[in-house]
């Protein structure tokens, strides 16, 4: 077996992973990263996407990782990545550095979800988000007919262990990035058995029946820092 056949079977055998494990949105953030590109993962993990953007789109993938397991992870597996926080870390990061910025299920979980956006619009041409859509209506009937906060496939923590602190809906994060200036350009939204759903849908339409979104954005001018 060539080498390069011996990379096609390991992104096929990634890919295949990801599909069983339900990841689907990472294979949507794959497709919207350009070949050949350099890619900053933001809360990366395993190092799952980071090894899949490596080995099917040759990325300059590099990562950064709060938890000691998973940088520990990510190097084992020989990748890039090094120990951080996205809410402190990333402002040492010069402008320019990167094509793309990725930030994967990790938004919400961030203390300051405006000013990590701003730093990834810093720091790459373009910023791919994916999140949670705390609007789905499987959520809001849990609210309103228990009046208890919502466990899904997506939110499974209850409300006291939760690494969640920043809930948002899809509405709320296009009019986040109206807010900042900045452009979106392009997006997706899964429904909870990670199908895309229609992309000329009105937004009311993926924000009640979006499971999880993923959006690519770029600056459409600078983005003022918060400070």
Not at 67 to 82: E, F, I, P, T, Y
Not at 139 to 157: C, D, H, S, V, W
Request: net charge negative.
């Amino acid at each position: 077996m060539s080498d390069e056949d011996v990379t096609q079977h390991a992104a096929q055998d990634v890919i295949e992973r990801l599909s069983r494990a339900a990841r689907v949105d990472l294979l949507v953030v794959a497709n919207m990263v350009e070949p050949q590109s350099r890619v900053l993962d933001v809360g990366c993990g395993d190092g799952t996407l980071l090894r899949l953007l490596a080995e099917e789109r040759g990325v300059d993938a590099r990562g950064i990782e709060l938890s000691q397991r998973g940088v520990n992870d990510c190097v084992a597996k020989g990748l890039s990545v090094v120990q951080g926080d996205a809410d402190t870390d990333l402002a040492d990061y010069p402008d320019n550095a990167f094509d793309y910025v990725i930030l994967s299920q990790t938004l919400q979980a961030t203390r300051q979800p405006r000013k990590v956006l701003e730093h990834m619009l810093r720091i790459g041409r373009h910023a791919i988000v994916s999140f949670p859509n705390f609007g789905h209506w499987r959520i809001r009937t849990q609210i309103a007919m228990k009046g208890r906060m919502p466990i899904t496939e997506n939110l499974k923590y209850y409300w006291y262990e939760t690494p969640n602190i920043h809930f948002c809906t899809i509405r709320d994060f296009v009019t986040l990035v109206e807010v900042m200036d900045a452009k979106i350009e392009g997006g997706v939204a899964l429904d909870r058995f990670g199908a895309p759903m229609l992309v000329n849908a009105p937004w009311w339409v993926w924000n009640l029946f979006g499971d999880q979104a993923v959006f690519r954005l770029t600056r459409e001018a600078k983005v003022p820092m918060m400070k």
